[in-house]
């Protein structure tokens, strides 16, 4: 996977200023390989022991395959003079607990980074998932599918020695990709039943009825037009969830028919593994505020212009941090963008 596409070698000799690229995910490693084509010196702060992101440690090696984002990593250090600084945590303010913080040796405070560089792209992506909000939802046994697919990806990398559990009769609740790589890693691993559980139908679901179909013909059991009411728990682990049935109604907000429940039909599907797929949360190098740079309180996302600068001009940001959980190739598209603006900014600054 070729990041630095646009050209060959550095252009410039990295003489053109230095910019900090805060995660080192698709939208990080996109930027970081159009910004060394224009000449800059590019140094990736990345918390985890890879850079990749999700490309590494979320997405099966299936659909991304690792040893292509390792070689574009290699070709950024070894053509391009990028530095990657790994186990390091950027953060503003009293760091936050998000998912890979485990291999975090050292935490620097934004505002240096703000001080040391010409500027800053923030990529730090979505390391947080959403909690099923049920009672019981805290129950041993029930994991986010990107805490499962997370730790599984981690063993097989030999970053962990802990080899993580695989359950007889896991219930994945969600939709999306999210929901279809954790059914089908669960599968892989040995589950002997893996439910995949929707509240709209197949035509709604955010993956598609492709890859739901696809799934389907591997041994995952498709359930849709139901919703979890609670986690069933005996003594301190997951039993079972239970759930009721829903009709489609008018459409929402999304534009899509809004799921209702049925009275009378709730059910119970036993379980001793239950994975959440209900979204992922953007994880923001901040909390709320960072001189000048804002985060929404809502979506959690980084605030930016259409420029995609922040409340500060010479900081940017892309990717999921900005526009919430997307595909790959958007979050690419968004690397690539504010990189363009990044050097914009920096060759106006020059001129002046």
Known sequence: MKFAFMCKKRQGGGGRGKVAVVGGGPAGLAATGYLVCQGYEVDVYEKLPLAGG???????????????????????????????????????GEPRHDEGDEFVNN??????????????????GIWSSRRLGVPGDNAKGVFSALEYVYSWWTYELGY?????????????????????DAAEVALMKGAKEVY???????????????????????GVKWVELVQPTKVVV?????????????????PDETGRPR???????????????????????????LG???????????????????????????VFAAGDVVTGPSMVGKAIGSGLKAATHLDHFLRAKRVL
């Open 259 to 285: 799921p209702m429940p049925v009275p009378g039909t709730e059910h119970v599907i036993e379980a001793d593994t239950v994975l959440a797929a209900v979204g992922e949360i953007p994880t923001p190098p």
């Open 196 to 218: 995949l559980t929707y509240r709209r139908t197949i035509k709604e679901a955010p993956a598609g009825e492709y890859e739901i179909r696809r799934v389907a013909s591997e």
């Open 107 to 124: 935490v620097v405070d934004l505002k240096k980074v703000m001080e040391e560089y010409d500027a800053v792209l923030l990529t730090t």
């Open 234 to 250: 005996s003594g301190d682990r997951v039993v079972g969830v239970e759930f009721v049935k829903m009709k489609l109604g008018e």
């Open 160 to 180: 962990s020695t802990h080899k993580p559990l695989v359950g007889n009769k896991v219930v994945v609740i969600g939709g999306g990709y999210s929901a279809i």
């Open 54 to 92: 999700l490309m590494m440690f979320g997405i099966p090696p299936y659909r991304i395959p690792r040893d292509s984002v390792m070689e574009g990593t290699e070709d950024l250090e070894k053509n391009f003079g990028v530095k990657f600084i790994y186990r390091t945590k950027v953060f503003c």
């Open 288 to 314: 709320t505020e960072c001189d000048g740079i804002k985060v929404d309180p809502k979506r959690r996302t980084v605030i930016v212009n259409e420029r995609m600068q922040t409340g500060v001009e010479k």
